[in-house]
């Protein structure tokens, strides 16, 4: 089978060495891919919003399959377009994918389906934003409407702040026609938790639990990037919480989906935040999630490819989904200053330990060398029997990956840990 991967960060290099495992594989085209996804895949310029370039190569070349990773294609209907030609893809369409192109879209869909979630106001007017800011219980959530690369959500601890995010994104163009509408939310509480989940429309199959490490700096400080690490599974993630995502979570948001004519089929992502009055949702997304998919594709037992056929076929009911009880632990490596201002550049090095530990995110060949060209560098993943011993792996592994102006979180999985004891 050949496939053709559209992508190019440490999302996509995890999902093609998971997908090389299948012994029917025989040719991966990575559109665009990067430098460290060259050692897996054939890597072809063509970007990821280049829909019209997309569908091109794949009308050129004996495309069986189509996997499509990021958000951006999605919500532009890449997979509809491709779908026209003939070629089964795994990700949803772009009406299934508003659930993550519109936070409005997302929040009206929850509040029509009762679904948890923050309570909330959507605004298209700044200067009714503003006043609603003025009497809104502080801290507060601003959230762009739209696509904004994970880092469209600014949490107000003061009423300046608020004032001041909402000012950025509507008028400012912090994130261009994304910040056009605004979402302003209640401010949750509680453990986070990330959960992945396989689905054809009508079945849902959730993966092992993971946990995000977002912010910038040790000790979640710093500036919302990315994700600078993930680990799974996520302790706070029990069978009783698990028992009630799926009842009153997971089965909800694909019937909504379902009945408002938009089946989701792919990977659905389902943010969560453990609140002193159960689980809410903070965010979906339409795909599998960056960085979480380091630490949860390596847990995963059931042959990915098998998965994802299915949940293009509709077969999902009779295919098994398996995960290892074993834990897993990614260390990102960014360029100083992401998610700001950052050089790049530099020649990237990895021993041979560290390299077969790593997925590659933001380099590219010159002269058959690799230099970082992007924020996030690499996430080195370690799998092992207990969460400690994963977490020390992926930073000792991580040790063998170098460039020039590194910076990692020190404290990938602490707490994690400290909520194991």
């Known amino acids: 089978m050949n496939i053709l991967v559209v992508g190019g960060g440490g999302r996509e290099h995890a999902i093609i060495r998971a997908l090389k495992k299948n012994p029917t594989v025989e040719t991966i085209w990575a559109l665009p891919g990067n430098g460290g996804i060259a050692a897996d895949a054939t890597c072809v310029p063509i970007g990821a919003t280049d829909i019209d370039g997309i569908v091109s190569f794949a009308r050129e070349n004996p495309v069986d399959y189509a996997v499509v990773a990021p958000d951006?294609?999605?919500?532009?209907?890449?997979?509809?377009?491709?779908?026209?030609?003939?070629?089964?893809?795994f990700g949803p369409k772009a009406n299934a994918a508003i659930i993550e192109g519109s936070k409005a879209f997302a929040k009206n869909l929850m509040k029509k389906y009762a679904i948890p979630t923050a309570a909330y106001q959507v605004f298209t007017d700044q200067a009714e934003a503003l006043a609603y800011l003025e009497d809104a219980p502080i801290p507060t959530v601003v959230k762009a409407d739209g696509l904004a690369l994970g880092k469209g959500v600014i949490i107000a601890r003061t009423r300046q702040e608020a004032r001041d995010a909402v000012t950025d994104m509507m008028s400012g163009g912090k994130f261009g026609a994304s910040g056009a509408t605004v979402v302003i939310e209640e401010f949750l509480e509680g453990p986070e938790v990330?959960?992945?989940?396989?689905?054809?429309?009508?079945?849902?199959?959730?993966?092992?639990?993971?946990?995000?490490h977002k912010?910038?700096?040790?000790?979640?400080?710093?500036?919302?990037?990315?994700?600078?690490?993930?680990?799974a599974p996520n302790p706070f993630y029990t069978e009783e919480v698990a028992r009630r995502?799926?009842?009153?979570?997971?089965?909800?948001?694909?019937?909504?989906?379902?009945?408002?004519g938009r089946p989701f089929q792919g990977c659905l992502y389902f943010g969560l935040m453990l609140t002193k009055d159960g689980p809410k949702v903070i965010e979906y997304n339409c795909r599998f999630g960056d960085p979480e998919t380091q630490v949860v594709l390596?847990?995963?037992?059931?042959?990915?490819?098998?998965?994802?056929l299915a949940c293009t076929n509709g077969t999902l009911a009779k295919t098994p989904v398996r995960f290892s009880k074993k834990h897993a632990c990614c260390v990102i490596k960014a360029?100083?200053?992401?998610?700001?201002?950052?050089?790049?550049?530099?020649?990237?090095?990895?021993s041979p330990r560290a390299a077969a530990a790593t997925y590659v995110a933001g380099a590219k060949l010159v002269d058959g060398k690799l230099v970082t060209s992007g924020g996030r560098v690499t996430g080195t993943t370690a799998v092992r029997s207990t969460l400690a011993e994963a977490v020390a792996a992926a930073y000792r592994l991580s040790a063998g990956v170098k460039f020039a102006n590194a910076y990692c979180r020190a404290d990938i999985g602490r707490r994690a840990l400290e909520a194991e004891k």
């Open 298 to 308: 390596p847990l995963m037992k059931s042959d990915l490819l098998t998965v994802m």
């Open 335 to 350: 360029s100083k200053g992401y998610p700001e201002h950052y050089k790049k550049g530099y020649r990237l090095t990895m």
């Open 72 to 89: 951006d294609p999605l919500v532009l209907g890449c997979v509809d377009r491709l779908n026209e030609i003939g070629i089964p893809c």
């Open 194 to 212: 990330s959960v992945l989940a396989f689905t054809d429309g009508k079945v849902i199959r959730p993966m092992v639990s993971s946990m995000d």
């Open 215 to 231: 912010r910038a700096g040790d000790g979640d400080t710093g500036l919302n990037t990315g994700g600078m690490g993930a680990i």
């Open 245 to 260: 995502c799926r009842e009153e979570i997971f089965l909800p948001t694909i019937r909504a989906m379902k009945k408002e």
